[in-house]
């Protein structure tokens, strides 16, 4: 994949591994444009990265997903990368209260609202001479973390989808791509991660985004590294090591 002369959406990029690889990569020379929820999380990254461009949108919201699309067509035509990364994280625990209120909302965000989203850039991405889906899952597709159930079914969700539309997306020419990150140190989960991620093989956002673009540069379809790697090799044969912490 070529890093430089692109037109990029990155949901969720004014955080985390989000705006760590939109820094990057407009500083190699790509038009960067970052969506999300919090227009004071947009305008401090629009401070440390100027040439950011930034659009107030809740994916998973229909209205307000669908304004950005219509704003992209009229405004950044020549969009041709989305990286699907927003994504929000909730423990969840059915032996006493499983917060079942944010449920809908979790899965919104980290599974329908992606989808959604490719769905309506479709015509725009076929339109252009070279064109890339880049979905975000996690370490946590292959083997979950039982304390927050709902994020790794999502995420195991992701990566199921990201392979039936690398597929059928294959004759068009738009190469579907996924990134599975390894427990990077940010603030998903509101600060209150999974108690197996604390501290297990933490990389920080730079160090994910640096491996990450070199991946992607390297045309790998699957990008993995660090504990992520592990649990693509053995899956559910690592679940038990995961969860048992007594």
């Known amino acids: 994949m070529n890093l430089t002369g692109n037109t990029i959406l990155i949901t969720g990029g004014a955080t985390g591994i989000g ?16 969506c999300g929820r919090n227009e004071a999380s947009l305008d401090k990254a629009r401070q440390e990265a100027p040439e950011l461009i930034t659009r107030v949108c809740d994916v998973a919201d229909t209205g307000s997903r669908r304004s950005m699309v219509e704003w992209l067509k009229a405004n950044h035509p020549a969009l ?20 079942i209120d944010t449920l809908d909302q979790e899965v919104a965000i980290n599974l329908t609202a992606p989808i959604h989203l490719i769905a309506e850039l479709l015509p725009t991405l076929r339109q252009q001479a070279q064109a890339f889906i880049i979905n975000v899952s996690s370490g946590l597709a292959f083997s979950p973390m039982a304390d927050v159930p709902v994020y790794c079914a999502t995420k195991a969700a992701i990566h199921s989808f990201t392979l039936s539309l690398r597929h059928q997306l294959k004759p068009t020419g738009i190469r579907v791509i996924e990134i599975a990150p390894p427990i990077v140190d940010t603030g998903l989960g509101g600060d209150t991660r999974s108690e197996g991620t604390v501290n297990n093989m933490m990389v920080t956002p730079d160090e994910f985004a640096t491996e990450a673009l070199a991946q992607l540069e390297a045309d790998k379809d699957e990008v993995l590294m660090g504990v992520s790697a592990k649990t693509r090799e053995l899956g559910e044969a690592m679940f038990e090591r995961m969860n048992n912490r007594s």
């Open 19 to 34: 705006l760590a690889l939109a820094k990057r990569l407009v500083r190699q020379g790509n038009q960067v444009i970052v």
């Open 80 to 99: 041709n990368v989305v990286i699907n990364n927003a994504g929000v994280q909730h423990h969840r625990d059915f032996t006493n209260d499983p917060g």
